[in-house]
């Protein structure tokens, strides 16, 4: 953890300091060492923030008192408590619930979860090069990464990973078993695979080797001069990935670019700032971070490194869009670079700084709030944890604001004099729902049906071309399968594929889920976006976004003041 600096009248704190340690070790004594550390650190870690601040110093003795107080619970509760429990799981807890009296993205993180966040935010792991998920409770292979050592031994879609190491993955979660999976360079990791049509188990020894961790997602020509791109996260990669998949897309030809943010949970804030900088001119405010201690205070302008997209530009946001994510998005529509379309983002407008503890643990504090160009914080009310992750709150634009928050919906303008809002989230300039799946469909996706039929069938036909459709053979097939596997009836089976708007999503499942096992995600996904009602609303946007791009050059006259709309299918 960050050194807070001594102030003149420390002696009086070390004194404190030395008073509380001498009581810890006493109610500690004949208890392991850790034990005796873990109070320890609390006890001066508590101390240290309270040297740091000159309004603490000034309460040596309230704090020395609530320290006492913090201790004798601690041993009333370890050593009398009606079941036996650890000085660990104690402190923690005491973390947990002080932290939760602040806001909801301060978070204490485990040793496991501080290792598990800096991995993600690497721009490489080692490992085996396979995408995983659970499918019907197993431990399942989405596919293989080209070039990796699982796609080099065969490994392929549909494959269960029975166990690792000798160790039934039906008893680990996802997070668990790629856990397993990944381990140092050039070590070996044994599996056990069951595959369809294969009567017996398969033994693999895979070498770890390392396997890029790309953010962007698809990065391919969605249609004539059309470029998309999809990023996930932002890690330490993401901005020079976004930069070279739109220096390729335009080695393609593209004209006009589609930007999906949707789901995005955000991520490093230098990388935000990259990635806006291939937007925005250079010069241009990207974010402005204001805080309590004079380190936050932070303005972040392009630094013209990147030479801005100048093409017409729409983004996708839902409200899986948060933090990093509405950065970028926030800065593209406060410049009137690009159209915002989709539906309100998550409203994250927190700045966490990740401080290091002991034995590894870290501790991501809350320390600025981040501002959009045209002054706009989009944090929402977190009054109520339940009601702010639950979004119950989402639409309620009367509700009080969050201490140094803005009212939801109060209005700000866009370079081009636009209207804007604060406070919740980022208003998408033309609002577009997604399509909601009957609760049949929904079923059968629960049952990963469609992901199961697809590379059964995969397995039977080895020879797939990229353009293939399913045919009245193969829709047979799915609905007699069905029938098999005990998930519909026959009746109920033809009456899904009677309806016309259901037979095309089947179908086109289907279709998506055996390129996705022959070519691989990025096959799958080129034939999802054919049925995405969001991405298809955004195609027909692009002429409205090239007249945003024009007025922003002086091309086109001003735009009279414009609120956000909303396309309804």
Known sequence: MR???????APSYASAARSVAARVLKFSAMRPAWRIASLSALALATLGGAVAGDRLLANTSRTHENLRLLTEVLEAAQTSYGREVTYRDLVYAGIHGMLRTLDPHTTFLSAEANAQMRERHQASFFGLGILVGQRNGRLTVITPIEGTPASRLGIRAGDIIHLIEGEPTSKMTVDEAVAKLKGPKDTEVHITILRAGFPEALEMTVVRAEIPQSTVRYAYMLAPGTGYISVSDFSRSTGSEVARAIEELRGEGMDRLLLDLRNNGGGLLDQAIEVSEQFVDSGDLVVETRGRVRDSMQRFEADGRYAPLDLPLVVLVNAGTASASEIVSGAIQDHDVGLVVGTPTWGKGLVQTVFNLSYGAG???TTAKYYT?????????????????????ADETDAGPAEGAQRPGEEFATDLGRKVYGGGGITPDVKVEPHELPPTLQFLFARSAFFRFAVDWANRHESVARDWR???DVERQFATWLVDEKLQTAAEAAAILADAGNRDVVLRQIRAEVLGAKYGIEAAHQVLAEGDTQIQSALSLF???????AQRKGLAPLPAVQTAETIRH
Request: aromatic residues 10%; proline residues 10%; glycine residues 2%.
């Open 363 to 365: 501790l991501a504090l």
């Open 373 to 393: 160009p045209s002054g706009r914080l989009i944090q929402r009310d977190y009054h109520s944890f339940i009601d702010y992750y639950a979004r119950t709150d």
């Open 470 to 472: 399913p045919d009245a």
């Open 543 to 549: 002429p409205r976004a090239a007249t945003l791009l």
């Open 3 to 9: 050194a807070a600096a001594l102030s003149p009248d």
